[in-house]
């Protein structure tokens, strides 16, 4: 195949040129294209082109030329025909040692090919010349002084060009059709696009293309420009600061001094040995190493490299605390930071016993839970120092990104390992007590789910290789102490609350809050507001008084912002000029506070019949309710307000079915149920209420309602009820049982199956509540209702929204 044409300014041709041949040889080749008048050097290699050459400069000296590829073969594949070509004419020939054939050809007009005559020894077509149409318009000229810009424009941008053409393609302009053929040879376009130049014979049209084309190749040129100009200065600043460092370098060399990277390196190569890393780790770090020492100072990548190296010799591989094993030491700390919670403090002296047996114990994954205030986190503090051991806490309180537990990969900007490896860092050890905080608060979104991530962490078989995206090397996390906290078990996902054991803290009685108040909050508000013991002091009356009238929670938050309330009050006092000592007892607690914000006793809401004192467990401890029914006129409708959710909705048709198929039971035979509605409400009707513990309270409801019997006021209860009247189990009875403490309620009715529950529940709240034990409801009514007057029916439509008769109220 020949080599490519190598083009030259063309010149006029030899006015003493043959006359033009009827038939040519044809030369071929895919990406020859010479316009009339161009001057090109041609490489010459095939025996059969050799042989067209020789007998064309024995004859007239011209051949074809067309852009097609060559025939090859015994039976070789021709082009379709007619195709536009060139006719060249041979100004000279040489031939090369080599047997190559080198000849200077330049085109004299262009042809149409109409017939292949032969493929064999050359191609020979018959030809006829075409000629140019062109005409003197002003459209014409026009075009040919456009071209003419543009082209000069072109020139000044590529190098290639030399300037002289500007004048050479100026003169040209006279003659539209040698000026659109010099461009067009010499323009960087595509074959399609030469070759239709060529076959356009129309001048005008053939400018006008061009014009295009020139303004298309015009446009590229000036953004690759101006591109090649960016890098061109980038890297002429890149070199400056080479050349400068390279000298630097040399310089520092010859004093005997180490270059900063140099040295930077060489410390941290010093630090990751004094790290004691695990094998793993190490052949990470000397990975980086290695990349830092080929790596520029200022390249991206650099301080990337860097901050993993610190963040791995950071990590505390196999720095630990050592545990302090002195149960009495423990349990005295213990004892001094938190009063009651019994259960919790036996768990901790219990590892410790096994700690002392056994060094390499696993470290133990436990979960409080409890109403807020009730002391998790502090719980979690007070562990750590008797333990001897570092504290670090996390709040997982709306985190959805999976990536704030195992970190971001390094390929992000601003990368950064998980919470729990950068708590480790802080902790400065790798067995602190961990305190996962809020852990029924975990989000879930598009970004992942963190509870997930958090199996592996919380799972004892597993945390020993925890892996950290960022770090992307095993981090040993089985001698950290895990504790979590929540507010409620049921958020957390099965598998996660599977791997942990789970410790529960109900909320404190009366007595333990009074215990609390004058060991913990008096001293610490005493100390937060500037006064002391002589200055102020408060009674127990004083201390019950704040608990009972002021607040009512399982925790002690609020009950230590009110005694802070207090300390404000005095501190001003004080500060007013006003002579300490100020004793604060009860009557105190009311001028300071005002007027006591809860009542202690339900009684007085107890005088209508249809209402009934309900038992339920909330997300802060336990909490009375009250559920009030009311009947009217209708056509036999249930409604149902007080904002309750599907399963007590289910309890409220549960309890009116039952009622319904004993009214022979409970003497409500005259009450027509298809021409009455009965409304039930519970109160609060902001609050969302949930759970099937209400059902014995419905149904108590609706028959003081129905047969006009009110219920007592000391008594509250709680369980599920079914159709058969069966009373059914229910949980939280400890929290339901300290609410109706807090509330003065005397008597609490609980299913017969939850007896077992009284174990947790203190000493000192079982003296003061009755507890009554129902298998039935007829046991629930005989205690919840007054007893039912004889020869009195009950025939108002009346009930809790005041429809009972004078003669129904109590005297």
């Not at 938190?338 to 696993?362: F, N």
Request: include cysteine; charge should be neutral; charged fraction near 25%.
């Amino acid at each position: 195949m020949p080599d490519s044409p190598d083009t030259i300014p063309f010149h006029t041709p030899d006015n003493h040129l043959p006359e033009f041949p009827e038939m040519l040889g044809v030369l071929m080749r895919e990406d020859l294209l010479i316009f009339p008048l161009m001057i090109a050097q041609l490489q010459i290699r095939e025996a059969s082109t050799t042989r067209l050459i020789d007998e064309a400069l024995s004859t007239h000296r011209i051949i074809g030329v067309l852009a097609a590829p060559a025939p090859e073969g015994d039976r070789p594949e021709l082009p379709e025909l007619p195709r536009t070509g060139s006719a060249v004419v041979i100004h000279k020939m040489l031939k090369l040692p080599d047997g190559t054939v080198s000849i200077l050809v330049q085109g004299v007009a262009r042809v149409r090919f109409t017939e292949f005559l032969q493929t064999k020894p050359y191609v020979l077509a018959r030809c006829i010349r075409l000629e140019s149409q062109t005409d003197d318009s002003v459209e014409t000229q026009a075009l040919a002084r456009n071209v003419t810009e543009l082209f000069q424009r072109l020139i000044g941008l590529v190098p290639q060009l030399p300037d002289e053409w500007k004048a050479v393609v100026q003169t040209m302009s006279r003659n539209p059709d040698h000026l659109s053929d010099f461009v067009a040879a010499n323009i960087n376009i595509t074959n399609e696009n030469r070759q239709k130049l060529l076959e356009t014979l129309v001048v005008r049209e053939r400018l006008s293309h061009l014009s295009t084309l020139l303004n298309n190749e015009l446009e590229v040129v000036e953004l690759s420009n101006k591109i090649q100009g960016q890098v061109q200065s980038e890297m002429s600043k890149n070199q400056r600061e080479f050349f400068l460092r390279k000298q630097l370098e040399t310089i520092r060399q010859e004093l005997g001094e180490e270059d900063e990277q140099t040295a930077e390196i060489n410390e941290l190569q010093k630090k990751l040995e004094d790290a004691n890393l695990p094998q793993q780790a190490k052949e990470a770090a000397a990975r980086e190493i290695d990349r830092l020492r080929r790596m520029p100072p200022a390249a991206a990548e650099y301080t990337v490299a860097r901050t993993y190296l610190d963040w791995l010799i950071n990590i505390p591989w196999s720095v630990s605390t050592e545990d302090n094993l002195d149960i009495r030491r423990a349990k005295k700390i213990l004892e001094a930071d938190h009063y009651g919670l019994a259960k919790i403090k036996d768990r901790i002296l219990e590892y410790l016993a096994v700690r002392k047996l056994k060094a390499d114990m696993k470290g133990p994954i436990i979960c409080f839970v409890g109403p807020p205030g009730v002391g998790k986190t502090s719980l979690g503090q007070s562990i750590a120092h008797a333990l001897g051991r570092k504290f670090v806490r996390l709040s997982l309180g709306g985190i959805h990104d999976e990536a704030e537990i195992r970190g971001h990969r390094r390929t992000y900007i601003g990368a950064l390992p998980g919470r729990i490896v950068q708590g480790l860092r802080r902790a400065g050890s790798n067995n602190p007590v961990f305190m996962l905080d809020e852990v029924d608060k975990i989000g879930q979104d598009f970004r992942g789910d963190p509870s997930s991530a958090l199996l592996e962490v919380l799972d004892p078989e597993q945390n020993s290789a925890f892996s950290d995206h960022y770090l992307e090397v095993d981090v040993d996390l089985s001698k950290v102490m895990f504790i979590t906290t929540a507010n409620q078990l049921a958020p957390i996902p099965p598998p996660l609350r599977d791997r942990m054991e789970v410790l529960e803290l109900p909320g404190y009685t009366e007595e333990e809050k009074v215990q609390i108040a004058k060991r913990h909050l008096l001293p610490r508000q005493r100390e937060a507001h500037g006064l002391t013991a002589e200055q102020i002091s408060f009674n127990d009356a004083a201390v019950r008084a704040i608990i009972s009238g002021y607040t009512r929670e399982a925790g002690v938050r609020n009950l230590e912002r009110e005694i802070a309330n207090i300390c404000r009050k005095v501190a001003r006092k004080i500060a007013e000029g006003e002579k300490p000592p100020f004793a604060i007892g009860k009557k105190e607690v009311e001028e300071y506070l005002g007027p006591a914000r809860f009542d202690s006793e339900t009684a007085e809401r107890m005088l209508d019949v249809g209402v009934v004192t309900g038992l339920a467990a909330t997300t802060v401890g336990g909490d009375i309710i009250f559920v009030e029914a009311t009947r009217m006129p209708g056509t036999g409708k249930l409604i149902l307000t007080g904002q309750l959710g599907e399963v007590m909705r289910e309890s409220a048709q549960a309890a009116l079915s039952y009622v319904q198929s004993q009214q022979k039971r409970y003497h409500i035979e005259d009450v027509d149920f298809s021409k009455t509605d009965i409304h039930i409400h519970v109160p609060a009707g902001a609050t969302p209420k949930e759970g099937p513990s209400a059902g014995v309270t419905l149904v108590t409801a609706l028959v003081s309602l129905l047969t006009g019997r009110r219920a007592r006021g000391d008594v509250a209860m709680t369980g599920e009820i079914t159709l058969r009247g069966k009373v059914m189990p229910i949980g939280g009875v400890k929290e339901k049982t300290l609410a109706a403490q807090r509330a003065g309620i005397h008597t609490v009715i609980l299913p017969a199956r939850n007896k077992r529950d009284l174990e947790d529940i203190p000493k000192t709240v079982r003296k003061k509540v009755n507890f009554v034990f129902a298998e039935q409801i007829d046991e629930v009514l005989k205690v919840a209702l007054e007893p039912e007057k004889k020869g009195k029916k009950n025939t108002d439509g009346g009930g809790a929204a005041g429809g009972e008769t004078d003669a129904q109220r109590r005297p």
